[in-house]
């Protein structure tokens, strides 16, 4: 995060509170973290978390945290630590040494369990989680006890150390918090602390066979690492109560929590099960695949940290949870890339144009700006030649009112080139599909400028015939089809309303000079989009381009150009 960025962050209202805490030395040292659970690759909702954790932190010279929660080893592996470790940093925060574990603390959560069973505020239960939720009851009817809420002390311990051991069987006991059953918040209702469960750690192996629930782990965690405070989502909130109580009662340093709503897109989904199904299933192609809204996804389709950091910027930390438009995201890449990415001629669905009155053989050099944004980044020259490659939706045999591009009789300028006239078009006999479109050109327009004052109205993009060449670009749409998948019926499957032309591959014509373009570069395919060079399956002389964004704030829900000629996945 830069010098720049630091300052413009809003003064939210949980800004509002550190500063608070600052101004009357409540604290000296700001502390927060980022806790995400191994069992995935992070999306961009935890971008939001990591922007705000690392930012105040940063703006208050404190240090930020990034810890694993790593207390369910049934979902977690090192590929996910891996992937998280390297997201952070490729967003451009640094948590030096202060990377954390939870299961490096296990041995100290034990310790803690046996306190609260020692001080009478915790005992073993022999009910299983199924039989417990009917003791529990619901938010507006107390529940009961359970039978073994009053157990002996020395028994509880007993057990507890006999479930470390292995002698039972997983889920047969349970370590519960005894706080009050006729609490109106469920989750006070003798929460479980502890649980059997025989799972190989990814990073412990199989030394435990017990582990701690996420409400017992992480207070502590927090404690531990004297975090000042701690930000979680909305849905914590109802979990606070737990979370004071158990750093009370251990008689531990209380970190404050605090909650904020979480980020929820439009056109894509945030949960981590149902982002491990569209990758089981094959329906995407991996973790990084340029329509998931991992951060590895956003990553390898071409959005750029800077731009992920001013889109969490501008949604603002909220108490109300609500769905963001996805084009405030695109809005993002959108504006940092027109100012800085160079501009390139692309036809993406190309027919041939014969300019018949051109010199036969003649390779002209034409100059063309890379961005008129940047007058630094100074001109390129394209080939002209008499064969050239148009968008076959440049053409029409029959103009229709507000049509300036090409049709018979009319005129338009070929960007940078020559105005040219249509006199005609070559169909194929069978098919009837144009197969050329035929034009003569005014020599004394060069570059685009007319000597004798005539209005052209309409510019269309080109490429050489001879001198470009093919290159497979990537069209990617919105990955689902619906605005809001929660509003989904119930029994409908969320994987039937992925969109059919979220990624659509073609064989497109590009300037030649793009052939040397490197691996990883952004670039504008005029009057296209913005394009980025695919960083796994570009080869050298060989670019493959993924669409980021279109050119426009507004997404067309018609079918991209070319989706008619490529295969859709």
């Known amino acids: 995060m830069s010098t720049e960025e630091k300052k413009e962050f809003a003064l939210d209202f949980i800004r509002e509170i550190v500063a608070d805490d600052i101004k009357t030395g409540k604290h000296t040292n700001i502390i927060t973290r980022f806790p995400p659970e191994p069992n995935g690759y992070i999306h961009i909702g935890h971008a939001k978390a990591i922007c705000l954790d690392f930012g105040i932190a940063l703006e208050n010279n404190g240090e930020c945290h990034l810890r694993m929660d790593d207390t369910n ?35 100290r959560m034990y310790e803690y369990a046996v306190q609260l069973i020692k001080d009478g505020k915790a005992y073993v239960c022999d009910l299983s989680q199924e039989a417990f939720k009917e003791y529990r009851g619901v ?15 020395a028994d509880s311990l007993d057990l507890f150390a006999r479930m470390r051991k292995g002698e039972f069987p ?32 990814y990073r412990h192996g199989d030394k435990w066979c017990i582990y701690p629930t996420y409400d017992f782990a ?4 927090d404690s531990i690492e004297k975090v000042t405070h701690s930000l979680c989502t909305l849905e914590f909130e109802v979990h606070r109560p737990l979370y004071d109580w158990i750093l009370e009662n251990l008689g531990m340093y209380r970190s404050r929590q605090i909650e904020f709503s979480r980020l929820s897109l439009s056109y894509t989904v945030m949960s981590k099960r149902k982002l491990l199904e569209l990758v089981q299933d094959g329906i995407v192609d991996g973790w990084d695949d340029p ?17 992920i950091r001013e889109f969490c910027r501008s949604v603002g930390i909220t108490k109300y949870d609500g769905v963001t438009d996805v084009g405030v995201l695109e809005h993002s890449i959108r504006t940092e890339l027109n100012k800085t990415a160079p501009r390139f001629l692309a036809v993406l669905n190309p027919v041939k144009l014969v300019v018949t009155n051109y010199p036969e053989g ?55 080139a020559y105005i040219v006239k249509c006199t005609g078009c ?54 689902f089809s619906v605005e809001r998948l929660d509003d989904i019926e119930d029994g409908k499957d969320f994987k039937d309303f992925v969109n059919k032309t979220s990624k659509v591959v073609i064989k497109a014509r590009v300037e030649p000079s793009l052939a040397g373009a490197e691996s990883g570069s952004h670039c504008q395919f005029e009057r296209q ?20 964004v279109s050119l426009k704030d507004a997404w067309s829900k018609q079918e991209p150009k070319g989706a008619g000629q490529g295969k859709k996945a």
């Open 73 to 107: 080893p049934e979902k977690e592996n090192t590929e996910y630590e891996q992937s998280i470790i390297g997201d952070v940093r490729w967003l451009g925060f640094d948590f030096g040494k202060h990377l954390y574990y939870a299961s490096d603390y296990f041995e």
């Open 139 to 153: 938010p507006t009817r107390p529940g009961k006890e359970s039978p073994w809420r009053n157990r002996p002390v």
């Open 170 to 201: 997983d889920g047969s006991l349970v370590v519960r918090a005894k706080i009050d059953m006729a609490s109106p918040n469920i989750h006070m209702r003798d929460p479980a602390l502890y649980r059997i469960k025989r799972m190989h750690h």
């Open 218 to 221: 992480h207070c502590i965690e």
């Open 291 to 307: 329509r998931m809204p991992t951060i590895a996804g956003l990553r390898r389709r071409g959005y750029t940290p800077s731009s």
């Open 362 to 416: 003649t390779v002209e050099k034409i100059q063309c700006v890379n961005n008129p944004e940047d007058p630094a980044a100074g001109t390129r020259v394209v080939p002209f030649t008499k064969e050239l490659y148009i968008e076959r939706d440049d053409f029409k045999e029959e103009a229709v009112k507000g049509y300036f591009r090409m049709a018979p009789g009319a005129e338009v300028r070929l960007r940078y």
């Open 426 to 479: 070559v169909k194929d006999p069978v098919t009837g599909e144009v197969t050329e479109v035929h034009c003569t050109y005014d020599p004394v327009t060069t570059g685009g400028n007319t000597p004798d004052g005539r209005k052209i109205k309409g510019t269309i993009h080109w490429v050489s015939a001879t001198e470009s060449i093919e290159a497979e670009v990537r069209l990617y749409d919105r990955l």
């Open 529 to 548: 989009g913005y394009f980025f060079i695919d960083p796994v399956d570009s080869v050298k002389g060989k670019p493959v381009f993924n669409r980021i």
